[in-house]
């Protein structure tokens, strides 16, 4: 079974300051994809970002970048000059084959509260 | 385009009724995924339907819980003789199989409440 690790139950940023978001997980599929995915207090689970494992490049997008090290298992989500609108839960999840089909299996999230 | 939509936004029930929670996925995705999320959780698998089938119910917690899709559009989640236990947000999800990394998009939940 696959396995995601969040182990900061919460973090706090200054306002135009990077931060980052660590994820480890675990998995012997030497195919497998990881994303990150931001929840605001609306609920919503909106996308944010995708690594594939076989991908040469860590992926970014706008002010969201992915420091993806797969020796170690790890796929770090990095914010760079965060906004308050920033604010919200974050998760990292790993896609998961089924027979037909993948799910996600996600961690336990991160709280990331940006001060101005 | 129109994202992902579920309705009731919010379900209050009392323990032992039946509920059902609908799902409108993105036009043109096949793949429609249930999961549910408890407080301060991250979400869980319940069901994943590609077209009219349901291909995975392994996340299903018991037979309580059923869900259709019988177009291969809209799908609805149900739940008999509701526990308190099942209270909890419920999150729809689609894709596009084939899309860059058979990415799952959201929508905003039904929010569960089982007095």
């Known amino acids: 079974a696959q396995k995601i690790t969040q182990t900061q139950p919460g973090m706090f940023v200054q306002e135009k300051e990077a931060v980052t978001l660590d994820c480890t997980y675990d998995t012997s599929d030497p195919s497998y994809g990881l994303f990150w995915y931001k929840q605001p207090s609306s609920g919503e689970m909106i996308f944010l970002i995708y690594?594939?494992?076989?991908?040469?490049q860590n992926a970014t997008e706008g002010r969201y970048s992915l420091n993806f090290q797969k020796a170690r298992k790890s796929a770090n989500l990095v914010i760079s000059a965060s906004q308050l609108g920033d604010s919200a839960m974050y998760f990292c999840?790993?896609?998961?084959?089924?027979?037909?089909?993948?799910?996600?299996?996600f961690g336990a999230g991160t709280i990331l509260r940006v001060k101005s | 385009g129109a994202g992902v939509s579920q309705t009731p936004s919010n379900k209050v029930t009392e323990k032992g009724k039946y509920v059902e929670l609908r799902c409108d996925p993105i036009s043109g995705h096949t793949a429609l995924y249930w999961y549910r999320q408890s407080l301060g959780q991250g979400p869980e698998f319940l069901i994943y339907f590609q077209g009219t089938g349901a291909a995975d119910d392994s996340g299903l917690p018991n037979d309580r819980f059923f869900a259709v899709r019988p177009e291969g559009s809209v799908s609805t989640l149900k739940i008999q003789r509701t526990e308190r236990g099942d209270s909890a947000v419920y999150l729809c999800?689609?894709?596009?199989?084939?899309?860059?990394?058979?990415?799952?998009?959201f929508g905003p939940g039904t929010r569960l409440t089982v007095l």
């Open positions: 690594q594939g494992s076989y991908d040469q």
């Open positions: 999800a689609s894709s596009f199989p084939g899309g860059v990394g058979d990415t799952q998009y």
């Open positions: 999840a790993m896609r998961e084959a089924m027979e037909y089909g993948n799910k996600l299996v």
